[in-house]
């Protein structure tokens, strides 16, 4: 990504807080998310430079995932990921106990988790789906989203305190089924960020970037459907995941050599539960294919 348009200021706090890291460079993801407008990447910047926590919030197959990994490039800092289910659990933030031998004695050993990681190694951690954990699994980290920076491992009584660079970067799709609505005083410990889908000009670039198809009208065609779907969206005639960008790449690469519809059907169609979005969707992609 091109950081040379972003305001000066900016451009000069990002290369202040680059991480010289030496270690865990496999962890440093690459880049590619394009931003909806400069604000998003710049309003990011900022916060995490000055170490807040940002919660990016927006629907399915917006790129919060791919928009984390950005930033992990951009600040050029390696990233842990927590992907939050209801089966998260002390253990999957903070790591296990195991039994390891050393010169044949048997001693009990502390596989450091994802959190214990990006702590002490001053990386970002990135935890998916944030509102997907259980109501009582997350309190365990508000230390670590405060000023406090700090966490008593519960699996070894050792007080972890972040070191420098730390930042971590929480993604919610509110809304989604089997959600719950995030916890004020958790909600509270960020700075939240609106991802929408792109759209337009860009969505077109993304496609030319991230998918194997080359038919100009084809593209255009796609893009005005994107379009269609946000919309019937955003007026609840559909389903979040209708309008899903991922679902609208897949589509875009399978018609290179299925007819468009049938690409639509399997990549966009078939993932609704109900008749009547189906139909819908299906004859949104009649009036354009
Ligand atoms: N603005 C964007 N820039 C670059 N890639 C994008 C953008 N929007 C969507 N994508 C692409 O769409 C796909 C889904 O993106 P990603 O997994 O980051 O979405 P997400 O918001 O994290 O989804 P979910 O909420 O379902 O986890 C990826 O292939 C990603 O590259």
Do not use: W
């Not at 289910?85 to 450091?112: C, H, N, R, W």
């Not at 660079?165 to 799709?173: H, P, T």
């Amino acid at each position: 990504m091109n950081t040379n348009q972003l305001p000066k200021a900016v451009q000069e706090l990002l290369e202040n807080n680059k991480k010289q890291a030496t270690d865990h460079q496999e962890l440093i993801r690459s880049g590619g998310y394009l931003p909806p407008s400069e604000e998003l990447l710049v309003d990011a910047i900022v916060a995490l430079s000055m170490g807040k926590n940002i919660l990016l919030k927006g629907p399915t197959g917006a790129g919060k995932t791919k928009f984390a990994e950005t930033l992990s490039s951009l600040f050029e800092r390696p990233m842990y990921s927590v992907n939050c289910s209801v089966d998260l659990d002390a253990e999957s933030l903070m790591g296990f106990k195991t039994l390891a031998y050393e010169e044949e004695k048997q001693t009990i050993q502390f596989v450091p988790g994802p959190v214990t990681n990006a702590m002490k190694q001053g990386s970002f951690l990135y935890i998916d789906e944030i509102n997907m954990a259980k109501p009582e699994t997350l309190p365990l980290i508000n230390g670590v989203l405060d000023y406090r920076r700090t966490i008593t491992n519960p699996f070894t009584n050792e007080i972890v305190t972040a070191a420098e660079g730390f930042g971590v970067i929480a993604a919610i799709n509110e809304g989604y089924i089997g959600t719950v609505p995030l916890n004020e005083a958790l909600k509270n410990r960020f700075i939240v960020i609106d991802v929408p889908y792109i759209q337009g000009e860009q969505l077109e670039q993304l496609i030319n970037d991230s998918t194997n198809l080359t038919d100009k009208q084809l593209i255009s065609h796609f893009v005005t459907l994107s379009n269609d779907l946000i919309t019937a969206v955003s007026q609840g005639k559909l389903s979040e995941d209708a309008a899903s960008i991922r679902a609208l790449l897949d589509a875009c690469d399978l018609s290179i050599y299925l007819p468009p519809k049938r690409a639509i059907l399997r990549s966009i169609v078939d993932k609704l539960e109900e008749d009547r979005e189906k139909s819908f969707v299906e004859n949104l992609a009649d009036t354009l294919f």
